[in-house]
């Protein structure tokens, strides 16, 4: 099933965002900035104490960097602490295009929809927004987040 067929299927948006996982985010910034004009770009470190991998509970501590590139946000994810989707992928693939994000508004439908096509959940968790990695690598290695942001977002 490509992208395209899984898209159709779950009747997701428009793609609003772009998951790039880096060992430097700070280095990262830099040269988008100056090379590029991309940006600005909103810096935080963030600790998520209660994410789900592939059904485990795990701690996760990130520095993360957010710019909007037209209408599409740019995420950079450089893991601190933890093991995580993102350093399985940085350990495997080097740096580069982690996932493809998708903003719902029905997340759990969505999910269960994306569950019942048979994909499996990488990644989980409340980060001020609810989000879920689907093991989507086969479709052009790619993995698809659904992302609902939630009142604290």
């Given amino acids: ?49 209660n994410v789900w991998d592939r059904g485990e509970e ?7 960097a957010f710019a909007m590139v037209g209408q599409v946000e740019l995420e950079l994810i450089q893991i601190l602490e933890g093991e995580s989707a993102h350093l399985e992928f940085l350990r495997e693939h080097g740096e ?6 998708f903003r719902v508004k029905d997340f759990q439908t969505k ?5 019942a096509m048979g994909f499996k959940v990488l990644q989980t968790g409340p980060t ?19 992302i609902e942001d939630t009142e604290a977002g």
């Fill in 111 to 115: 999910l269960e929809q994306a569950r």
């Fill in 1 to 49: 099933m490509t992208t395209d067929d899984m898209k159709k299927k779950l009747q997701l948006p428009e793609v609003s965002q772009i998951g790039v996982v880096v060992k430097n985010v700070d280095q990262v910034v830099n040269i988008l900035q100056s090379t590029f004009g991309l940006g600005p770009f909103r810096i935080q470190q963030v600790e998520a104490p």
């Fill in 128 to 146: 001020g927004r609810l989000y879920a990695y689907l093991d989507t690598r086969e479709t052009g290695g790619v993995i698809i987040e659904l």
């Fill in 96 to 101: 580069g295009l982690h996932h493809l994000g």
């Fill in 58 to 64: 795990k701690h996760i501590k990130a520095r993360l």
